[in-house]
């Protein structure tokens, strides 16, 4: 008996140290809740050999601490048998088993190993038999529950090739077929009784061999080794994860840093070339300013003065009576005609009334000339528009007002247009609309697209917005509006 007990003794030092390797290295993956009901499975093991010491070390004294010491070990064994199985079942659906599920599970551990005892204890009168029963009970539970963690083990195994899980499957199936061995010893001892040989290899004394116990103590550290191992793994993937994680977090800060770069530095460049594109437009101005005057001071000067020359020579031939007066009324008819036109052109390219007198005027003047030269019908309306306006974006208006208008009168086919200069939420806009064929913004080619392409730039280069709105067979609308600083001197809104 003094073997037996320092067998049993040899197991629960074994077990304790398992316990105290898993809790130890748990406490490094406490996320991972297989780990965490299977270092408590296996608590519950080290507290089940524990009280089988207290019991077989104090049962001829204290029957009373025997009594409860024997309630604890069958609470215990059955515990364990609920946690193996609700770990594995977590470690095969990969989640957190639910709160009611471990409930449900922990209560059916400890309902069963209370029937166990009570039901023992109904064979008090026998002790081997009701020894029998608590160990029969008990063995056919955990040899099954182990029979299925060996087989989630195998299973995870074929897809992983992790070896812990392997040596925890092989460990798992082994103990298995030890509890099997076991049950059916107690279970034999319960139907067959005392009347079994002395050589019956199922003999209720199977319990209490060295060799069983021996071979008890290695399945138990086998499977324990197996679990360690496993956390080892985890703990390894996790680590080559987060520095795999790192690596990579790295490699996206650097490559977003260079993206970074490349942004700054396109928008460096677009800067830059908006800068040009402005430069460009300005100097685009200044020369029709220079081409204007010139047709306007020189030439126009100079037709002028040929004018006033043509009309002395008229004004000498009715004198003389000479017969070139019909000749010369041609001419003095044609100089008109060009003079007239130099004007036009003058004022196309660079209108005066733009600079001294500001945007809605100019705008009402061209409107004016446009129509009469196009037979043209242009409603200008303008309303809240302040007097004092940016140069750049009066002149973006009105040449975005000077190219809609020229596109009404050559593509869309109708007789009137309509050009509203408003002020919305401090936001200036001006929208020209026609009520004739439109076209597809989508697919416009050509001059038309040209002009709009440039209308469009012009604005967005002065940081504004513009819009086209037309379908074919519903007329267009355009619309270019920038936002201004302060508040717009109101004015009454008038319509020409």
Request: net charge positive; glycine share 8%; charged share 20%.
């Amino acid at each position: 008996m003094e073997k037996v007990q320092l067998l049993v003794d040899l197991q629960l030092l074994v077990t304790i140290f398992l316990v105290t390797l898993l809790w130890s290295f748990s406490a490094r993956l406490r996320k991972q809740e297989f780990f965490r009901l299977w270092a408590w499975a296996w608590t519950s093991f080290a507290a089940y050999l524990g009280m089988g010491a207290i019991s077989f070390r104090v049962a001829p004294h204290w029957p009373v601490v025997k009594a409860v010491a024997t309630l604890l070990i069958v609470e215990a064994g059955f515990l364990q048998v609920s946690l193996l199985v609700l770990g594995v079942l977590s470690l095969q659906t990969g989640e957190r088993p639910p709160r009611q599920r471990l409930r449900i599970g922990l209560g059916l551990g400890l309902a069963a190993g209370a029937l166990s005892f009570a039901l023992s204890r109904l064979l008090a009168a026998a002790p081997l038999s009701s020894f029998s029963l608590r160990i029969a009970a008990r063995t056919v539970a955990l040899g099954v529950a182990l029979l299925f963690c060996a087989r989630v083990f195998f299973k995870n195994w074929r897809t992983s090739r992790s070896r812990a899980e392997l040596v925890t499957a092989i460990f798992c199936a082994l103990y298995a077929i030890d509890q099997g061995l076991y049950s059916v010893a107690a279970i034999r001892y319960l139907t067959v009784g005392s009347r079994a040989g002395p050589a019956d290899l199922f003999d209720l004394s199977l319990l209490i061999r060295p060799l069983w116990l021996i071979l008890d103590s290695i399945y138990t550290f086998g499977i324990g080794i197996g679990v360690v191992m496993m956390l080892l793994e985890k703990h390894e993937r996790i680590q080559r994860a987060l520095f795999e994680g790192d690596v990579y977090t790295k490699n996206v800060s650097e490559r977003n840093a260079d993206l970074q770069a490349e942004i700054f530095r396109r928008e460096r460049a677009e800067r830059e070339l908006r800068n040009l594109s402005i430069r460009l437009m300005q100097a685009q101005e200044e020369e029709r300013s220079g081409i204007a005057r010139e047709l306007q001071d020189e030439i126009g000067t100079e037709l002028l003065l040929i004018k006033l020359k043509l009309s002395e020579l008229k004004r000498e031939c009715a004198e003389k009576r000479m017969p070139v007066g019909g000749a010369l009324d041609a001419a003095l008819a044609e100089l008109r005609a060009v003079g007239e036109r130099v004007r036009l052109l003058s004022h196309q390219v660079y209108s005066s009334s733009l600079e001294l007198l500001g945007l809605v005027p100019a705008l009402t003047e061209y409107c004016k000339e446009f129509g009469e030269r196009s037979q043209l019908r242009i409603e200008f309306v303008h309303a809240y528009v302040p007097t004092a306006l940016p140069r750049e974006i009066v002149v973006c208006l009105y040449r975005i007002a000077q190219e809609a208008l020229r596109n009404i009168e050559e593509h869309s086919g109708s007789c009137c247009a309509r050009v509203e200069l408003t002020v919305l939420s401090s936001r200036l806009q001006l929208c020209i609309s026609d009520k004739g064929k439109g076209f597809d913004p989508a697919v416009v080619s050509g001059g038309q697209g040209l002009g709009l392409a440039s209308m469009a730039e012009r604005v967005r280069n002065l940081g504004g917005q513009f819009s086209v709105q037309s379908q074919p067979g519903e007329g267009t609308s355009i619309t270019a509006s920038f936002e201004i600083a302060g508040r717009p001197a109101t004015t009454i809104p008038e319509a020409s």
